[in-house]
DNA sequence: GCAGAATATCGTATATTTCCGATGGACAAG
DNA sequence: CTTGTCCATCGGAAATATACGATATTCTGC
């Protein structure tokens, strides 16, 4: 595929906002957001889903840097990676803040 | 297909996402975001696509509310939407702020 | 070792996305 | 009215994502 991100930031971004960007995923991170313990599989139950599904879910989460698991005995329990999530935060603010402030360009 | 965003919000944000979630929107979102005055179909030339394409790109992101299209004449000028930014801001704001601050949890 | 529970992975069918060239519509200049 | 420019839209091909059931894998307890 032809690159067409401009830095290594920008792709890392990108990466973190595909992972988020689907409604059992976002789901997923606001339940870990919600309990500030880890869960486990209560994610399977939480989501009209397969668990191998969920499974596939948590492993793209992981794999993009937003969750973590740890295994610990019978289960894996996940929680947020905050570094993630405060990079998002970061990246957007820089984008708001920065914004067409001219009421409608040739309009005016 | 089975509803699985539980709130209107959870789906506007999760729409909004989708839309920047690829490398050649991102770079059109943090384009317009750079030269304050709206640009045109000089994104065009900025992007390794063909016209069409970028018009398509161009689509989405208006569809999902985050940049507005103005009719120029001949051409058509695009500008970010404030309110989309500050909403997906707001949104990373209340995940990080709510995070797991146990260390490990089965770990301690 | 064996059985059972909790997850992960595999194979695969289906749906969606992405991209392009070609076509169509609107506008300005001549 | 004709031409050229700019942009949007229309098929359609190829890549990717999503979801599932079936099948490993890993650990606990007996």
Redesign the pocket.
Known sequence: ??P?AQSDDEAKTVALL?AI?????FRIVKLLAARDTCV?????DAL?????????????L?DAGIIR?T????????CLEPAALAWLEREFGALGSACCGAPGGPLA
């Open positions: 595929m032809k067409i595909r960007a689907h409604p059992a995923r486990c599989g209560d994610l399977v009209p889903l397969a668990q191998s599904t969920v499974s596939e879910h948590l492993k793209v992981k698991g295994i610990s005995g019978p289960n894996t329990c996940y």
